[in-house]
């Protein structure tokens, strides 16, 4: 029996994610958010959606290249599982439109209004110009694939192999690294805007526990990034619906 090719990605060793990895990862990103929450405050015509996203865009892509070249392998694909199969379509189309379905349910009973009411893209009425439609969408697909690429791809795995390296089941160990990152992922989205109260507490940990399951039984953030990119272009496109 001729042997089994084994592919250069299977050969390359598990990075050596840590409980540094996850402090210096939420301290660059708090930095990032105190940076966005200056910028939209202080400088004049920052109000825009981009401004107030783009230092954090930039606080993931330090901490991940950071932890990437200093704590792995070297390839983002094969430390951050940036994996995608034309499956995870389908699950980010089903998963992600529930999700918004729950979300305006949910938020609509607790507080009465709708979850995307917020969010700095709702319209009156009138015809929308195509640059209107690029950037809330761009800015969507950006936050999801950067944010799934943090929280699913290093700080959730980082969590799990320290929660096991402590002595912690395979199954607890994943229950713990799904929970705190959660906490991370809605407390930086709450650090960001806090006005949505406790409907968007509830909202923020359904999203983030369902992108966490779907990225733990896959073992890739393909199936996370999809949800979260469908939740999110959901909130967009009922924002554009004339009121």
């Known amino acids: 029996m001729a042997p089994e090719k084994i592919s250069e990605a299977e050969t390359r060793e598990s990075p050596s994610w840590n ?38 865009w930039v606080a993931i892509l330090v901490a991940l290249v950071w932890s990437v070249r200093r704590e792995g392998s070297g390839s983002f694909v094969h430390d951050l599982g940036l ?19 729950l979300g305006i349910a949910l938020t609509s009973l607790i507080s009465g209004r709708s979850p995307f009411g917020g969010a700095g893209f709702s319209v009156s009425s009138g015809s929308l110009p195509l640059t209107y439609w690029i950037m809330p969408i761009a800015i969507t697909l950006g936050a999801a694939a950067l944010e799934e690429s943090l929280f699913r791809g290093l700080i959730q795995p980082a969590c799990i192999r320290l929660a096991e390296s402590l002595g912690g089941k395979p199954r607890a160990a994943n229950v713990i690294g799904i929970s705190v990152t959660t906490v991370c992922f809605v407390a930086c989205h709450l650090l960001l805007n806090s006005s949505g109260g406790a409907a968007s507490v509830v909202v923020l940990v359904l ?7 779907a990225a733990l039984v896959a073992g890739r953030v393909g199936p996370a990034f999809a949800i979260h990119a469908v939740f999110n272009v959901s909130g967009v496109v009922f924002d554009l619906i004339p009121r």
Do not use: F, H, Q, Y
Not at 37 to 50: D, E, I, K, T, Y
């Open 83 to 101: 994996r995608w199969k034309a499956v995870d379509a389908v699950t980010g189309l089903c998963c992600g439109v529930a999700l918004a379905v």
């Open 207 to 213: 999203v983030s526990l369902v992108c966490g399951d």
């Open 19 to 56: 409980e540094w990895v996850i402090a210096r990862s939420v301290c660059i990103i708090a930095a990032g958010i105190g940076v966005a929450v200056w910028a939209v405050r202080m400088v004049p015509g920052a109000n825009s959606p981009l401004w107030s996203v783009l230092p954090i």
